[in-house]
């Protein structure tokens, strides 16, 4: 894979992963009594796609030598 191909796939996760963290947090009750809007299978295909996201992360890091601790938060 070309480094611009790399370079622009990093963005994509980095603006996904980002964007799914603001829905999140955004849908998150302010009120400890308030019920979570979302179904228990929702919160867990999210988490899923956090993990898919990271994973992805790390392989493209692998590909380009750097550490874990490398990569831009």
């Given at each position: 894979m070309s480094e611009q191909a790399v370079s622009q796939e990093r963005l994509i996760l980095m603006a996904m992963r980002k964007t799914l963290a603001s829905i999140v947090r955004d849908l998150t009750p302010t009120e400890a009594m308030q019920r979570y809007p979302?179904?228990?299978?929702?919160?867990?295909?999210?988490?899923?796609c956090f993990d898919l996201i990271a994973a992805r992360e790390r392989e493209l890091a692998a590909q380009e030598g750097l550490a874990t601790h490398e990569l831009p938060r």
């Open positions: 979302l179904s228990e299978t929702t919160v867990e295909d999210v988490k899923a």
